[in-house]
Each structure stands twice: as structure tokens, then as C-alpha cells.
């Protein structure tokens, strides 16, 4: 019996061959040989032990709104993650999230039961583990302050070796800005990186109609509105296909966030082939229709070198290129 033909006994609903454009909110990616969609985590746990057992490469997905997928697509295993399940832990103001809950998700159910925290997150397409995974940050807050503990799968560090879930203390992670110890880790195009299967979320009591109210400001702030401090936010596009920020921010001042020294720098509509820098925030790029992962990654090129030549600054991406380059 071939790999994949044991893999497939094992993991009943996998398929071959499947185009992961589909799969990523920046609609690029060529095929990926294998690909699963885990609905829970014990499907999720499977999925992965089975893989690092055949020894097939393995990339987790969320939403896939963080990710550039190369034209080549994926030489191995793609596990959807659709482990959605989100419990208050009684007596506490605690949730207990599977890593592949939505971000929207989590805030309805934080409006639902009461818990405040979230609600500056509302708008961010996303899961709870990809949020996890890059520490996600909206106006100075950044999720990894929510997070207390989280269990984590490690395959193993040699073939004998078996692999491990372990609970893990927040502190693990290493928060910084728009990064955890996990998003740090070296992995060759990110294949089998340790995977994050649930995260425990501390939040506060608070009225429901008061959190009500936070997510429709976020929402609005997101559309270019003037946040308390009278700062007004960049309008961030909607309804296209694009995977958020592309660039982080050098510096934590207005005048060195990525957008505006892109702005400044004049790459607003900058095109390459199907792929154009939005005309509402620098630091975004838009697939117009049928664009490459090449030309996006041609246009970063392009961005990235125009605020070196202006600034001297080097700017470095807050998304991450997946499969073969
Ligand atoms: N700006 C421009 N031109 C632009 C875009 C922005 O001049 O084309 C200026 C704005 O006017 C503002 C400054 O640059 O003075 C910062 O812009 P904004 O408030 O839009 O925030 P940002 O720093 O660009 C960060 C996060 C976003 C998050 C927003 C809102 C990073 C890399 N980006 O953007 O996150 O939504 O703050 O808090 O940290 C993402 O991660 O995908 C993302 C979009």
C-alpha cells in the first residue's frame, strides 16, 4: 500500500489534488496533492498523527487570510482547520476555543455570555489559532493578551520519537508585536510547525449591550472613523480579494506604520499584472480577478524596494508564503 492510499483509509473524506485558491481570502494558490478539512479537534489531531507517522508534510489552515500560497501549490498534506467549538468555562469569565473557531464567531459568543474583550477584533476575517499563532493587533491591543493557556501538538523532533500534545502556559508563546514563538520558528515554507489545537481565553463581565455597541464602533473605525483619541484610522478595503496587511508596521508612531510610508512613497494603485496596492490603505494589496502568486509577490518587491530607496527603511512581511517557491 502506498502512503497516500494508507492515508486515505485513515482519514476517510481526504481528497487529491485540490486547488487551494479557493481556500485562501487572497485567492491565489496552486494545487495541494493532499487536502483534509478537520471539523473537530480529534479530527485534527488525527489528521496530523497520521501525517508525521507517514512522514508527509503537513501545513494547518484557518481561514487562510494570512497566507500567500505559491502558483506551485503544496507537496503534501493541507489540513483545513473547521474545529469550531467555543465553551465558557463555568464559574469563570473564560472560554475554552478550538484553535479553528472564527474571530466573528468568538465575538458573538462573547456578546452572548456577557464577556468583554474581543469586540476590538470584530471586522478581522481569520480563526482563533491563526490570531493565536500572529499574536493579530488592532489599535495597540493585540490577541495574545487574551490568551492564558493553549494546548499545542509538536511532532516529533526525530522519526522515533512519538508526537506530543502539551498545555501550555501563555508565557510559552513569547508575545511581541505581531508575533509568537511559534510564528518565529524556522520551518521550510512552514511545513510541520508545531500546530495550536485550543486556546483558553480570559475575558471580563460586562452588558451585552455595551459590548453591542464597542463592535459597531471597531466596525465603523475600520471604515476610516475617528477613534476616541480623534485619530482617524486608515480605511481598510472590504468585499475584495486581499490578505490584510502585508507589511508590519517598522515603528509604533503614525508616520512609521507600513501604509503611510507606502502611501508617501506613491505605491497607491502601483499594479502588476491582475494585482494592484488598494487606493484606500498602502499597506494592502488586492487580487483584481485572476492573479498570480508570482505578480503578488513581484508588487511586495516592488513595495518593499521603494520604501528602501525613500526611507532606508526595511520593511518585513506580516504574512507568510506557503508551499513551493
Ligand atoms: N496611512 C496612510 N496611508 C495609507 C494607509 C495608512 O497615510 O494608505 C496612515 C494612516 O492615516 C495612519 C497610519 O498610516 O496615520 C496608520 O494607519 P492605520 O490606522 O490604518 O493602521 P495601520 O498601522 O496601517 C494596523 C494594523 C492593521 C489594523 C490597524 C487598525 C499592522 C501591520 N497593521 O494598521 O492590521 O487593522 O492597525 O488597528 O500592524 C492586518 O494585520 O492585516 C491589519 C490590517
Not at 136 to 147: I, K, T
Not at 197 to 218: F, M, N, V
Not at 249 to 273: C, F, I, R, S, W
Request: net charge positive; proline share 4%.
Amino acid at each position: 500500500m502506498t502512503k497516500i492510499e494508507e492515508l486515505k483509509q485513515k482519514l476517510p473524506g481526504i481528497k487529491e489534488n485540490v486547488i487551494l485558491r479557493d481556500w485562501t481570502t487572497m485567492g491565489v494558490g496552486g494545487v495541494a496533492d493532499l487536502f483534509y478539512e478537520a471539523i473537530d479537534i480529534e479530527g485534527l489531531t488525527t489528521a496530523l498523527k497520521q501525517t508525521v507517522r507517514l512522514d508527509i508534510p503537513y501545513f494547518v489552515l484557518g481561514s487562510g487570510s494570512n497566507v500567500i500560497v505559491s502558483d506551485s501549490g503544496f507537496p503534501g498534506l493541507i489540513i483545513k482547520n473547521s474545529a469550531s467549538n467555543i465553551l465558557r468555562i463555568p464559574d469563570a469569565s473564560q472560554f475554552l476555543a478550538d484553535s479553528g473557531a472564527t474571530i466573528a464567531k468568538l465575538i458573538s459568543e462573547s456578546a452572548t455570555q456577557e464577556l468583554t474583550g474581543m469586540e476590538v477584533f470584530a471586522g478581522i476575517p481569520g480563526t482563533v489559532g491563526g490570531a493565536a499563532y500572529g499574536n493579530a493587533g488592532v489599535r495597540g491591543v493585540e490577541f495574545g493578551d487574551f490568551v492564558k493557556e493553549l494546548t499545542i501538538f509538536h511532532p516529533p523532533q526525530n522519526s522515533l520519537d512519538e508526537p506530543q500534545i502539551i498545555r501550555h502556559k501563555v508565557s510559552w508563546m513569547e508575545y511581541s508585536y505581531r508575533t509568537s514563538r511559534l510564528k518565529k520558528m524556522i520551518h521550510k515554507s512552514q511545513v510541520n510547525k508545531p500546530v495550536i489545537l485550543t486556546i483558553k481565553l480570559g475575558l471580563a463581565p460586562a452588558k451585552k449591550e455595551d459590548i453591542l455597541e464597542r463592535i459597531r464602533q471597531s466596525v465603523a473605525l475600520r471604515s476610516g472613523g475617528l477613534d476616541v483619541a480623534g485619530y482617524r484610522h486608515g480605511v481598510q478595503p472590504k468585499g475584495v480579494k486581499s490578505s490584510g496587511c502585508i507589511f508590519k508596521n517598522p515603528g509604533t508612531q503614525p508616520e512609521m506604520a507600513a501604509g503611510y510610508l507606502l502611501d508617501k512613497a506613491g505605491l497607491k494603485k502601483k499594479k502588476v499584472g491582475d494585482v494592484v496596492v488598494s487606493k484606500d490603505h498602502a499597506n494592502f494589496v488586492i487580487n483584481k480577478g485572476r492573479a498570480s502568486a508570482q505578480e503578488i509577490r513581484q508588487l511586495i518587491e516592488i513595495m518593499r524596494h521603494s520604501v528602501k530607496e525613500k526611507y532606508n527603511i526595511n520593511l518585513e512581511e506580516e504574512v507568510e508564503y506557503i508551499g513551493r517557491w
